[in-house]
């Protein structure tokens, strides 16, 4: 009879299908409020992309898409797309000060870590178990998130609605938004394991997180290699040489015979177009040069900035679990 029991009770959990256990179970049920938020929101998100790109489509079918028969319709389509994407470029900061900061903070602070590794599991473990669950949440929601941004711009990434280097683009499509944001989650994470105060650790945390906004904007565009374009022609009477295809304007100035460069607004205080042009000739401008960054290089520029946001992940890492060994909890 125990027999037959045990097996229909075996039977019955199997048919269930996989269901979490032990710890990650345990993970899952302490921060399930914040772990469900994220899976909502991603699915409200991605429904919305979804929908957008849909009616996008259709409007763009309707006017003869690849060659719509009338315009107007890029200012609609580039501010949706602006708006969604500054939209997710907070999620980073969102994830690190409500997920990141109390996930050991709150631990640390009501003495739960110290009542579960004083049972079987090592501190370590339960770390890692922690930062694990959380980590393959945010990175399922951030991936589909970029895919389906990518995904809704791509159609008009060659048109002039949204430039590919804007934030709005380039940091939510591709291996971006997934670093920006694991990295940001385990410097929450650091914080708190350290400050050991919920509040305090998400208020470090916002500021953190702003900082590290800012610096990747700073330097978004240095990680691509810069092509330039050369002309001789009189730079009072011409203006500067177009950025070919869908480039990145990155510099404008003028250039002598020799190669050396001034800025455009060289002798532009001269009271007469005559005292400009003796004030250039003098100077020795002989033309236009111009600094871009091409659309090829979008790629590469966002997996060399992924990867080293990654390097930074882990360094992160490595410092929570090294910080974790010590006994603070």
């Not at 690849?66 to 969604?84: A, D, Y």
């Not at 410097?187 to 708190?192: L, M, S, Y």
């Amino acid at each position: 009879m125990t027999t037959m029991t045990s097996a229909r009770t075996s039977s019955a959990a199997t048919g269930r299908g996989p269901r979490l256990t032990g710890l990650n179970w345990l993970v899952w049920r302490q921060h399930r409020a914040a772990f469900w938020t994220l899976v909502g929101g991603t699915v409200l998100a991605a429904g919305w992309m979804v929908h957008q790109r849909t009616g996008m489509m259709d409007t763009l079918h309707a006017l003869g898409w690849p060659h719509p028969k009338s315009g107007g319709w890029e200012t609609s389509v580039g501010s949706t797309l602006t708006l969604t994407g500054y939209g997710l470029g907070f999620l980073p900061i969102l994830i690190g000060v409500f997920v990141g900061a109390p996930l050991m903070a709150g631990d640390l602070e009501n003495g739960t870590a110290k009542l579960v590794t004083s049972q079987s599991v090592s501190r370590i473990r339960w770390i890692a178990t922690k930062l694990g669950v959380t980590v393959l949440v945010v990175l399922v929601g951030t991936v589909v998130l970029s895919q389906l941004f990518g995904w809704w711009w791509s159609p008009v990434k060659d048109t002039s609605v949204i430039g590919w280097s804007e934030r709005a683009v380039f940091d939510n499509t591709g291996p971006v938004p997934t670093a920006l944001t694991l990295f940001t989650l385990v410097g929450g994470v650091a914080i708190g394991m350290v400050l050991r105060r919920t509040l305090l650790s998400m208020v470090v945390t916002f500021g953190f997180a702003v900082a590290v906004q800012l610096v990747w904007s700073y330097f978004r565009l240095q990680l691509g290699n810069p092509l330039s374009l050369t002309t001789r022609s009189d730079v009072l009477t011409s203006s500067a040489p177009a950025v070919p295809g869908n480039g990145t304007l990155l510099d404008e100035s003028f250039t002598t015979a020799s190669g050396k460069l001034y800025g455009w607004g060289t002798c532009v205080g001269e009271s007469t177009e005559k005292a400009q042009q003796a004030c250039l000739h003098q100077k020795g401008i002989v033309g236009w040069h111009v600094e871009y960054l091409p659309f090829s290089q979008m790629s590469s520029m966002q997996w060399f900035g992924a990867s080293v946001l990654l390097a930074l992940t882990v360094a992160v890492i490595a410092f929570i679990f090294v910080w974790g060994r010590k006994p603070v909890i």
